[in-house]
């Protein structure tokens, strides 16, 4: 995302923790939660 200048919110982390989940790719999702955590967006109660 940051290569095309996307900025992301917490529905884009959202989706991103979802996807990886369903896919069993729980490391990741652990990865794009913390990740989000430490920037701007602020986990919310759904995340």
């Not at 529905?11 to 701007?40: H, P, Q, R, W």
């Amino acid at each position: 995302m940051r290569k095309r200048r996307i900025s992301p919110n917490e529905v884009t982390y959202n989706t991103l923790i979802n996807g990886f989940v369903k896919e069993g790719k729980i490391g990741i999702a652990t990865c794009v939660f913390d990740e989000m955590s430490m920037l701007n967006p602020s986990p919310n109660s759904i995340t």
